[in-house]
């Protein structure tokens, strides 16, 4: 079964076919981030307006790579939220007109759903169930994974998300818009020791996270000194290993707690090179495996729609999914609200 993904909640236009025989056949994607950078974050209406000029030719793009028709495709997957209504409301609008045309099932899926599975397209892969710890820039939770759309929150963040701690404190230090891969290259010139930032909730006795904190600790420290090269670099590194540090920790209990031995690392922050570092040492120290997604799939994509689409259709009965005549998007939409699929229970 060949299921095409459609991805525009935010930034980034994602297009993927993903065959439940062959795998992942090709995939495509536009990321916004420099026309939103100027503003210094994502402009709602511009966001939309790309991807309407954007979805349709890399959904023929996507297809030419993979040397497939629009016949090909037996279903369809797109973004229903949570994410900019406007934006996804473009991804869905395409999904549910090619379904109609082509008289094929469409799927609304449920964007921390993608990136949940996400570590699911490589090799290895984990195994139900495991622990999730998803670092967005919109969401920072623990979610124990039973199965497909078996999901319980374990603890989230009271207020920033980490990859939104990430954007303003990168900010601070004078870095572009998003600032997380720039903050994470400029920590590689911090001298280790010089700074040393409040680890917030660390002993909180829960698996809550709170990073807004932090943001303030650095925008004293940034008042507080001369602003050099070096100390940028050496606030940015120590920033970064306060983060790492609460999130490895409370990831570690999350296992403990649930008894699994598998932890998936989800979301743009899981691109962070001394998060997989030190989660890797940390993980493996306590006997137990820690699965990533790809770089590229770490960040928006629609693999991981088409992926999850896939799961989805692959799992319920493939008739009961009727072609759409309709369609609505959650701009807000808890993940554990999903029911789920019965192979994956
Ligand atoms: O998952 P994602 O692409 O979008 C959301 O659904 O939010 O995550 C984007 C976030 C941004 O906050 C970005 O700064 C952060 O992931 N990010 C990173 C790195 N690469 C992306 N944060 C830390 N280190 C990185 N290497
Ligand atoms: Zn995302």
Not at 110 to 118: A, K, P
Not at 205 to 220: E, H, I, P, Q
Request: charged share 15%; with cysteine; proline share 4%.
């Amino acid at each position: 079964m060949i299921v095409l993904g459609i991805e525009t909640s935010c930034d980034e236009t994602g297009i993927a076919l993903y065959d439940t025989q062959h795998g992942l056949l090709s995939h495509t994607l536009h990321s916004q981030i420099k026309m939103h950078s100027e503003y210094g974050g994502v402009v709602p209406e511009l966001a939309s307006r790309d991807h309407i000029r954007r979805i349709l030719p890399l959904i023929k793009q996507t297809l030419a790579t993979a040397e497939c028709t629009l016949q090909d495709i037996d279903g369809l997957a797109y973004t229903q939220g949570p994410g900019l209504a406007g934006a996804l409301l473009v991804g869905a609008s395409v999904g549910a007109a090619l379904s109609f045309a082509l008289k094929i099932p469409a799927l609304g899926i449920h964007h921390l759903e993608g990136h949940l599975l996400s570590p699911l397209l490589s090799t290895p892969a984990p195994c139900f169930p495991f622990v999730a710890l998803l670092v967005s820039g919109g969401h920072t939770q623990l979610m124990q994974v039973n199965g497909v759309g078996h999901y319980k929150l374990l603890g989230e963040t009271v207020d920033d998300a980490a990859g939104e701690a990430f954007d303003k404190t990168a900010k601070l230090l004078g870095l572009g818009y998003p600032g997380g891969a720039a903050l994470s290259k400029l920590a590689y010139q911090g001298q280790p020791g010089r700074f040393k930032l409040p680890r917030p909730m660390l002993n909180s006795g829960d698996l809550n996270f709170s990073f807004s904190g932090l943001k303030t600790a650095v925008l004293t420290l940034v008042n507080k000194q001369e602003i050099t090269q070096q100390t940028r670099a050496d606030i940015a590194l120590a920033f970064q290993e306060a983060v790492v540090e609460v999130l490895t920790e409370k990831a570690l209990s999350a296992l403990s707690q649930t008894g699994f031995t598998q932890l998936v690392i989800a979301g743009g922050v899981g691109a962070n090179k001394q998060l997989r570092e030190y989660l890797t040492d940390m993980v493996t120290a306590k006997g137990s495996t820690v699965f990533y997604p790809e770089l590229e799939f770490c960040t928006d994509n629609g693999a991981m729609i088409a992926f999850a689409g896939a799961m989805r259709l692959r799992a319920s009965k493939y008739k009961d999914h009727q072609p759409a005549n309709s369609f609505t998007v959650k701009a807000r939409w808890d993940l554990e609200m999903l029911t789920g699929t019965s192979s994956s229970e």
